[in-house]
């Protein structure tokens, strides 16, 4: 039945089966039938993974390929299709390039069934395969130039409408980001949005080109007095990191001095302590000044909000010390949540503490309270096969060793119930994500137990409740 035949047939159904609700019930499910069948015969079920079969058996033997990085997306039954990066062999010089992204748009334009849209990396830049010959060309000159440039690492588009880029200095940033504008012209997409960073990690500029990227470079020139270590920007805001604490001040005065005439927000923190957009950090930096020598020599790095103090740290032991000083300091009081974070490597200099993962302990208290919560924390993660802790407010989670086994999680009811308050959700498990969890009270059953049916459910009750 050809399409054209098929679509009379379904209209001529449409008005008998109004009448004939019974007859549409079937018509509905014998045309959808039809129309599979139709549809099958137009390729694959799952177009975007025979896609991929396409293009891979296709330039299975390539000489110019060294590999294939592609992504598959079968978003309905026959409509789909395969996108990703041709890695080009490394050197490869202009004409081999050329030549490939040629085959590459011939298959893409007579290929049957799902779409193809894929670029080719060639020393780190990524070429677009545009369908029109143009195009291709824009971006062939282009890439060129930026891959013979040793200031550049690599560059990537993202929908033609992102540029990601990476240069192999902060100074090369600059550099790069005041030739840009000029370089893009000739695309046949307007670049929306550009990410260019330097390879160490130190310089971030992320928006549309435009003045805001020549007041970043003015800060950072000028920051290197103040031991400048880092700066993201964007058209709204600079976020400025220098080494030390104490210079934070300084630099600040300064950025905001670069920045005189435009409407770029600033912020500035140190290695020791991250700020978070919109704060200034005063309530950080003052209870910081208050610790004592040996206590802030514990602090790895830090991060803070307006309510809100993150401190990481290398040990347990440091995690009690500075627990203690910041309990009792009455400059704590400024926020409502202190937390600490202890990791197996210890922290990661420079980075906020909020993105230090898979922490042994992190403990999420009032200041009043933090010093007795990392106590507790200690002392489940003192319990035999304890492999991390974490306490907040409303919850405790302990996690064991999958060598303890789910049929013995009962075991740590007892010294889970010392510490636990009343209300907390209060969890033990294993790494592999067996658990028993609770919602703590003097007594509780088994309908208390979020998993009733473990194996260990019936004796953690019985503990539990036989436990002070």
């Known amino acids: 039945m050809t399409p054209r035949i098929f679509k009379a047939w379904w209209s001529a159904r449409a008005t008998r089966n109004a009448r004939h609700p019974f007859a549409a019930r079937v018509a509905a499910a014998s045309g959808v039938i039809v129309a599979a069948l139709l549809l099958s015969a137009c390729g694959s079920v799952n ?53 490939l992204i040629e085959r590459l748009a011939k298959f893409s ?16 830049v990524q070429f677009p395969v545009s369908e029109k010959q143009s195009a291709r060309e824009a971006y062939l000159a282009f890439g060129l130039s930026l891959r013979d440039d040793p200031r550049v690492g690599s560059v990537e588009f993202d929908f033609g409408r992102s540029l990601l880029m990476t240069a192999e200095s902060p100074a090369a940033v600059f550099e790069l980001a005041a030739a840009l504008p000029e370089m893009l012209g000739p695309l046949p997409t307007e670049v929306t949005d550009l990410e260019l960073s330097s390879s160490d990690g130190a310089i971030s500029l992320e928006g549309a080109p435009g003045p805001w990227l020549m007041y970043a470079e003015r800060v950072w020139a000028g920051a290197a007095r103040y031991g400048a270590t880092g700066l993201q920007a964007t058209p709204e805001l600079v976020e400025l990191r220098v080494q030390r604490e104490q210079d934070v001040e300084d630099a600040r005065s300064f950025a905001r001095y670069a920045l005189d005439g435009s409407q770029l927000q600033l912020t500035v923190s140190s290695d020791l302590l991250g700020v978070a957009s919109g704060s200034n950090g005063d309530a950080a930096r003052t209870l910081l000044a208050a610790l004592t020598d040996v206590a802030i020599g514990k602090v790895m790095t830090s991060w803070a909000s307006d309510t809100v103090l993150q401190i990481a740290v290398a040990s347990p032991g440091d995690a009690q010390l500075l627990a203690d000083e910041l309990s009792r300091l009455p400059q704590s009081r400024e926020f409502s949540t202190l937390a600490i974070f202890v990791h197996p490597d210890g922290a990661f200099p420079g980075e906020p503490a909020k993105n230090v993962g898979d922490e042994i302990l992190s403990v999420y208290a009032e200041p009043r309270e933090l010093s007795a919560q ?38 740590y009811a007892v010294e889970l119930k010392s510490v636990a308050a009343t209300g907390q959700w209060t969890c033990v498990s294993t790494t592999s994500g067996s658990a028993l969890c609770t919602t703590a009270k003097p007594s509780i059953g088994l309908d208390d137990i979020g998993y009733d049916e473990h194996p260990s459910a019936k004796e953690f009750v019985r503990e539990w409740n036989a436990a002070p």
């Open 47 to 99: 177009a975007g993974s025979a896609s991929k079969q396409d293009l891979e058996r296709a330039f299975a033997e390539d000489p110019a390929i060294e590999s294939m990085d592609l992504r598959v997306a079968n978003d309905l039954p026959w409509v789909g299709g395969v996108s990703g990066d041709i890695i080009a062999k490394e050197g490869l010089d202009e004409a081999d390039l050329r030549a």
């Open 109 to 124: 334009a007579s290929h049957k069934g799902g779409s193809v849209s894929v670029g080719v990396i060639s020393d780190g």
């Open 374 to 411: 990392v106590t507790n924390a200690r002392r489940l993660l003192g319990e035999p096969g304890a492999q991390s802790v974490s306490i907040a407010r409303d919850r405790i989670e302990l996690s064991v060793s999958d060598s303890v086994g789910e049929n013995n999680l009962a075991g």
